[in-house]
């Protein structure tokens, strides 16, 4: 969506990001909620109190324990949930984000379009009169909404701040 250039040599894998990738392509495969491996994390821990007979909660929690009997840290399970979370509340956080913005309801509707009806075009942003920046958008068939969503605030949290220190600022959308 946004092309990103990386430099730089990869670094090996240690043996716990190895099995951080595992368990998340686990996860992806059989479509596991954040609440279900939160729940299976509590109960892994010790600590749920749900009376939840979701089978999968208990596939997740087993996983887990094997994964901690080889020493792999309890923290990387609740950063993994976080994340999974947050992913999965991106389109919500990206239009409260937008929402949020000293822009007019129009330029609001336009920006939760570009996302929802996954528009390609030419975002432009006019500061004080002038157009500081424009971003090129062409959103891939492929690409999962939430990954569209986080993507877009992101870029929209970048320009925003920085058009910010240079005073009023709105929005202009030219679709493809």
Known sequence: MFEKMQTGRAQPLSEDDERTIGFVRFIDARGFSADQIREAYYRLCGISETGNDDPAIEEIR???????DKKFSLNRFASLIGVKQEYEDAKLSCFNF?????????????L??????RRDGELSIVVDGRRAAT???HIRENLPSETVALEFMDMLKRV?????????YEFSFVEE
Request: proline share 3%.
């Open 62 to 68: 087993e996983r887990m324990q094997t994964m901690t």
């Open 98 to 110: 937008i929402n949020a913005l000293p822009v007019s309801d129009n330029e609001k509707e336009m």
């Open 112 to 117: 939760h379009s570009i996302v929802e009806r």
């Open 135 to 137: 971003v090129a958008i």
């Open 160 to 168: 925003t701040a920085l058009a910010e220190k240079s005073g009023k």
